[in-house]
């Protein structure tokens, strides 16, 4: 902010609220209740919406069902008390001279204080009856006299989202007051872009703060918002960009070349021939990890594309250049099943992996594990796969060359940052199959190269889903027998247990028996987050040893579990997941030659529900169904973002600004010192 001139002396936006008039330290403490704490926060309070305070219908012309704006003089008002007095009704009615209107609120008797008879009083709300006229818990506000009717009427006047003992009047007086009083201070936060040239329809910052509050037309306020959204966006993507630079600048790329001794076998032996997603995307780690400076890369791909092969391809070239690598996998399920694969695939090699989880290690001595044996020779550069294990103190690798990490949505960016610390910047390779709608990617990886494997391997059976309502479900436990049958597994879900508490276990385990006597002779194993882990990886050692042919299990097999002769997948409660999780739960099956089914069961009484779920029986693309999930459920849901490490945004919509953000990352890009 410019410095203040000498003949007026006002604080900067970023003084505390105490500096304006009007403002002791009990308002001030019921601002910061609402995240008021400075001037600038006040002036960017976001209005939850504006009433049109031009027009107000006269109360005879209130429609039932209607949200709309009235006023009129109160003419009676009371409490009444009933069960023991331990509930009541407040009731004010209010006379425009061409009807009453009864405003009701339960259980709020204190209300009364509020009003006065003679009072006039501005209501929004609903009418749910016509005779006579009445709202519920309309928002109210008391005219008084003398006040300046300009800021509150004849306008579209803004409504604040308020907390206890804030009326709505006083802050909007508070803003109007503070507006006119540092408008012209509010400046350009990027000078240098001249944004006025740059993006001509928006208005300038300290335009958009007065058109978020007292707008001239009803598509101002948004108008507003999009401007600071793009404030807030170029900001972060200032934060990324300087990221990335400082890394580039510090860090010097371990020479990971190459020289195909391990490469070479690997391929040779695995059965399968690499698509050309997965070739194209190997050329370009390649390329990273021979590079000036340390690899950064998000490695995307849908469920079942392959991305498992390729991370061991790049694991394989750090190895042959003489560093280990390092995979960390977001459940004990999934690194047991990586640490399996990578047994088999790398032993014939004699590459060693190892397993380092919270309840298992198969290397003890990994704890201050040194350059060289007991015995004084370089130990060879080995594969270690773990959990969040990995991140603990103990774990320290010396000639740390790469890290993976696989499901990166399930970590957040300070761990991600945790784990590349470990060594001296050692390259890095993040694995997600959660398609990130390219908004979030822009934002949440605007730091990493991007590759895609945008193919299927061949062969694959196809997929069908199917909604069903359940009452269904004979009809599905006969069709899943018949599969069971021709020699087929299944997954069922449930929901349930995930957060429940212990009631919601027994009722996982009541499922469990009722389902192994449906099933029967078939065998049902039960793979649930409370199991020990020996038991755990017991039953998935059951299951794909085909001694189990049906896995009971909650959404811990959500991520990466890979059994091919796994055709089935039955969920049910379908309505209670994410299109995006329940993408990743249908990317257990179809795996294998065979066609494979996925059956989404929901709640009979909720078609709105199914209609949802239809999106899945329409597309298979990953990416669709992800935006419609950021669409319909919003980023927190899609990512859980708390540990994403994502600002929250005051203006900035993740599901509507891709434009904005896309616009951000470019003009960040211009600013000095990039
Ligand atoms: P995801 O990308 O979901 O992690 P995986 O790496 O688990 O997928 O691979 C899914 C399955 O496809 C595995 O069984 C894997 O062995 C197999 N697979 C990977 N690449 C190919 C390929 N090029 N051809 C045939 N099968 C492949
Ligand atoms: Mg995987």
């Not at 509050?213 to 300087?242: G, N, Y």
């Not at 695995?270 to 780690?285: H, S, W």
Request: glycine fraction near 8%.
């Amino acid at each position: 902010m410019t410095a203040a001139t000498a003949n007026e002396p006002l604080p900067p936006l970023d003084n505390a609220v105490t500096a304006l008039f009007g403002v002791g330290p009990e308002r001030a403490s019921q601002l910061a209740r609402l995240e008021i704490r400075t001037i600038g926060d006040l002036l960017l309070h976001r209005p939850a919406r504006h009433e049109d305070r031009r027009h107000f219908y006269p109360i005879a012309r209130l429609q039932l069902g209607e949200p709309a704006t009235t006023r009129g003089r109160v003419v009676a008002q009371g409490v009444k008390w009933y069960k023991h007095r331990t509930k009541s009704i407040f009731e004010l009615v209010l006379d425009d001279g061409t009807a009453r209107l009864h405003c009701r609120w339960w259980n709020l008797p204190f209300m009364e204080k509020h009003f006065a008879v003679g009072q006039e009083v501005i209501a929004f709300g609903k009418p749910i009856h016509l005779k006579p006229r009445t709202m519920d818990h309309p928002e109210t506000e008391v005219l008084e006299n003398g006040e300046e009717d300009f800021i509150h009427f004849n306008r579209l006047t803004p409504i604040y989202p308020l907390t206890e003992g804030v009326p709505q009047r006083w802050l909007r007086a508070l803003i109007w007051r503070t507006l006119g009083q540092f408008e012209g201070r509010i400046c350009e936060p990027w000078p240098e872009l001249a944004l006025a040239a740059e993006v001509p329809t928006l208005p300038s910052r300290a335009r958009a703060i007065r058109l978020l509050h007292f707008p001239d037309t009803p598509a101002e306020p948004d108008l507003a918002r999009r401007r600071l959204a793009l404030d807030e966006f170029i900001a972060l993507q200032r934060q990324i960009q300087l990221r990335r630079r400082n890394f580039t600048a510090k860090a010097c790329g371990l020479p990971c070349r190459g020289d195909n001794r391990l490469i070479k076998p690997f391929l040779a032996r695995l059965g399968f021939k690499l698509t050309g997603a997965q070739t194209k995307v190997l050329r370009e780690l390649r390329r990273d990890m021979s590079g000036a400076h340390p690899m950064r890369r998000l490695l995307q791909g849908d469920v079942g594309s392959g991305k498992t092969v390729v991370a061991a391809c790049c694991g394989l070239i750090a190895l042959e250049s003489g560093y280990h690598v390092a995979l960390m996998a977001p459940t004990e399920v999934l690194a047991e099943q990586h640490f399996e694969n990578f047994t088999r695939w790398l032993e014939p090699l004699s590459v060693a992996v190892e397993l380092r989880t919270g309840s298992r290690k198969t290397a003890g001595k990994q704890e201050g594990r040194g350059k060289n044996d007991e015995g004084g020779n370089p130990r060879p550069p080995a594969l270690t796969i773990g959990t969040h294990a990995l991140l603990t103190e103990g774990f320290d690798l010396p000639d740390l060359g790469l890290v993976i990490i696989d499901e990166q949505h399930k970590f957040g960016v300070a761990q991600r940052e945790q784990l590349v610390r470990k060594g001296s910047y050692p390259h890095l390779l993040v694995m997600t199959a959660t398609p990130i709608p390219r908004t979030l990617g822009l934002t949440l990886y605007g730091d990493l190269d991007v590759s895609v494997i945008d193919e299927q391997p061949p062969g694959r059976g196809r997929i069908q889903t199917f909604v069903r309502a359940a009452d269904k479900l004979p009809q599905v436990w006969s069709f899943i027998r018949g599969k069971l049958a021709a020699g087929r597994q299944a997954y069922i879900v449930y929901p349930r247990v995930e957060d429940a508490g212990p009631g919601g276990l027994k009722a996982v385990t009541r499922e469990f028996e009722a389902l192994q006597q449906t099933l029967a002779p078939y065998q049902v194993g039960l793979l649930h987050g409370r199991l020990p882990p020996k038991e755990k990886e017991a039953v998935m050692a059951a299951f794909r040893a085909r001694q189990i042919h049906t896995l009971l299990a909650t959404s811990l097999i959500e991520v990466g579990v890979d059994v091919p002769n796994a055709t089935i997948m039955l969920i049910e409660n379908a309505e209670h997941f994410g299109l995006a999780q329940l993408h990743q739960l249908r990317g257990r099956i179809g795996r294998g030659a065979h066609d494979s089914y996925c059956i989404l069961v929901a709640a009979a009484k909720s078609p709105e529900a199914r209609t949802r779920l239809r999106v899945l029986e329409e597309t298979t693309d990953g990416f669709r169904i992800a935006e419609a999930d950021l669409r319909l459920r919003g980023p927190g849901e899609l990512l859980g973002l708390q540990q994403s490490g994502l600002p929250r945004f005051r203006f900035g919509d993740l599901a509507a600004d891709f434009d904005l953000i896309q616009q951000a990352r470019l003009l960040a890009a211009r600013l000095p010192g990039a």
